[in-house]
Nanobody
Framework: QVQFVESGGGLVLPGGSLRLSCAASESLFRLFAMGWYRQASGKQRELVAAITSGFNTWYADSVKGRFTISRDNARNTLSLQMNSLKPEDTSVYYC????????WGQGTQVTASS
């Protein structure tokens, strides 16, 4: 069963940047659309960015123009470059398949606060 390990989170000032990484345990990663999700305390998990196997991208309106999703199929890795972070971006971030998500990893905490 595929597993995902997220890393790269941290505490930043509003306006700062972070780059998240996700390592997938299986090479079938490259065949499917992938997504970055986030879940703030007390809220439902939401999809914020996705990328197809053909590298087409989609972004939620709340992050469009600030976040960039990318993938490296040779290394089974997914990345999320986050710029101009806002306090409302504070969440635990997860990666998973964009359709039919599988078992969730532990995620990585992102906190944008002064």
């Amino acid at each position: 069963q595929v597993q995902f390990v997220e890393s790269g989170g941290g505490l930043v000032l509003p306006g700062g940047s972070l780059r998240l990484s996700c390592a997938a345990s299986e090479s079938l990663f490259r065949l499917f659309a992938m997504g970055w999700y986030r879940q703030a305390s007390g809220k439902q998990r939401e999809l914020v960015a996705a990328i197809t196997s053909g590298f087409n991208t989609w972004y939620a309106d709340s992050v469009k123009g600030r976040f960039t999703i990318s993938r490296d199929n040779a290394r089974n890795t997914l990345s999320l470059q986050m710029n101009s972070l806002k306090p409302e971006d504070t969440s635990v971030y997860y990666c998973n398949f964009q359709a039919n998500p599988r078992t969730w990893g532990q995620g990585t905490q992102v906190t944008a606060s002064s």
